[in-house]
């Protein structure tokens, strides 16, 4: 059989990139047009030449700044340059003396995204100098402005308030997120511990009964010694395994029984319940449960199930949804594919609105495999597992 390939999300642009490429396109445009403007306000001013090289040199600083903005570098690294350009091009204009109507719009434009960015991404130590360096550097362009009046002012510190609380506002909603996809992995953890302590408690069960039967028949004394002692490792065993199970699971002390190979198909069902309209496809392989142990069973369970509620949350107009289950050698295929559109590009789980998607991730990631979501190939949006098989 052949091997089912992941969803085709390598192709896809990121959406940092294509903001960043619009952002560019912005800045780009505003340098253009600041310098037709500061061109026509050369010819028309009463300073000559002094107006001149001084329009020159803010719009060849606005280009420098706006080049930080680009990811050619470690961030502060950048905020650290700009900061550098824009105060040096300050401090002339202001030892020359003489004000000239010249303040940067490209300039103060990306010293205000650098704000932004630094206030969001860049660590607490750097972050204070860097935001404060970068606030003066756009409250001084005003000043050296032979037409800023005190409005203009009073108006750049509010854009620089508001930027740099946009900023802190990011900040705190990723470490919200951070908090709240790190909450999901260890739930997803400890759900994943207490199946592997049913499935693992039936097995030391079975040999600690196996090993009394034996035990009580054995005629060697040695040997019924030597099984008595395999009775009670396995009883320590499950006894240590079911108090180390109720402290993680505390919060939670009722589970429900874990779903068999032989209930596989209950997410399917559920959907189709739910979503009569919608064209459903389940296609198993004939080989996919032979030999299945209950613990990868389970994980298949679960991953369907997240999955076709991942579909009903985001893609509620999907038309068509294909479940299939595939085995090649030594690997499980779970493929949940719909024909929605997100209306969005791909993104990894711990960007995605929700936090099923990480929960499943982390448990086929726990059980060896991996799990990918992205477009399809033809279009619609695909959530494939790849999971090891263990006889």
């Known amino acids: 059989m052949t091997q ?23 800045l780009c445009g505003l340098w253009v047009c600041e310098g037709r403007l500061l061109g026509r306000t050369g010819t028309y001013s009463s300073y000559s030449a002094a107006a001149h090289h001084a329009h020159l040199l803010v719009w ?22 700009a900061v550098g350009v824009s105060w040096a ?35 607490v130590r750097p972050a204070v100098p860097l935001g404060i360096a970068l606030a003066a550097g756009v409250l001084a362009a005003p000043v050296r402005d032979a037409d800023a009046s005190g409005t203009t002012v ?8 508001g930027v740099a609380a946009l900023g802190l506002c990011l900040r705190y909603r990723d470490a919200e997120r ?20 049913d499935y693992v408690a039936h097995h030391v069960q079975a040999m600690t009964l196996l090993a009394k039967a034996t035990g009580s ?21 499950m006894t240590t395994a079911q108090r180390l199970l109720k402290v993680l699971q505390q919060d939670h002390p009722r589970r429900e029984p874990l779903p068999g190979p032989d209930r596989i198909a209950e997410p399917v069902e559920a959907y189709r319940r739910a979503h009569p309209d919608a064209h459903v496809t389940f296609d198993v392989d004939p080989c996919f449960g032979a030999g299945l142990a209950p613990e990868l069973a389970a994980s298949v369970h679960r991953i369907m199930d997240e999955a076709l509620a991942n579909v009903a949350k985001h893609s509620p107009g999907a038309s068509a949804v294909d479940i299939t ?5 030594e690997r499980l295929f ?58």
């Open 4 to 26: 089912m390939p992941p969803p085709a999300v390598a192709g896809a642009r990121p959406r940092t990139a294509r903001g960043r490429g619009w952002l560019a396109a912005a």
């Open 60 to 81: 060849i600083a606005g280009l420098l700044v706006a080049l930080c903005v680009l990811p050619w570098g470690p961030l502060a690294v950048r905020a650290a340059a």
């Open 89 to 123: 091009v300050t401090g002339r204009l202001l030892a020359a003396g003489q004000p000239i109507p010249v303040w940067g719009l490209t300039e103060s434009a990306a010293l205000l995204v650098l704000l932004c960015l630094v206030s969001w991404r860049t660590t």
């Open 154 to 161: 009073v108006a750049s510190a509010l854009v620089v308030a």
């Open 178 to 197: 951070a908090q709240a996809v790190a909450a999901a992995r260890e739930a997803e953890r400890l759900e994943l511990a207490g199946e592997l302590h």
């Open 217 to 237: 028949l054995a005629q060697d004394e040695r040997v019924a010694a030597s099984l008595r002692n395999i009775q009670e490792a396995g009883d320590v065993a």
């Open 325 to 329: 289950l595939q085995r090649s050698g």
């Open 334 to 391: 779970v493929s949940v594919r719909d024909d929605g559109d997100r209306g969005a590009p791909p993104r990894p789980p711990e960007e995605s609105g929700g936090l099923g998607l990480v929960g499943i991730t982390e448990r086929a990631d726990a059980i060896g495999g991996s799990l990918t979501a992205g477009p399809a190939p033809g279009g619609g949006w695909e959530v494939l597992a790849v999971l090891p098989v263990q006889a």
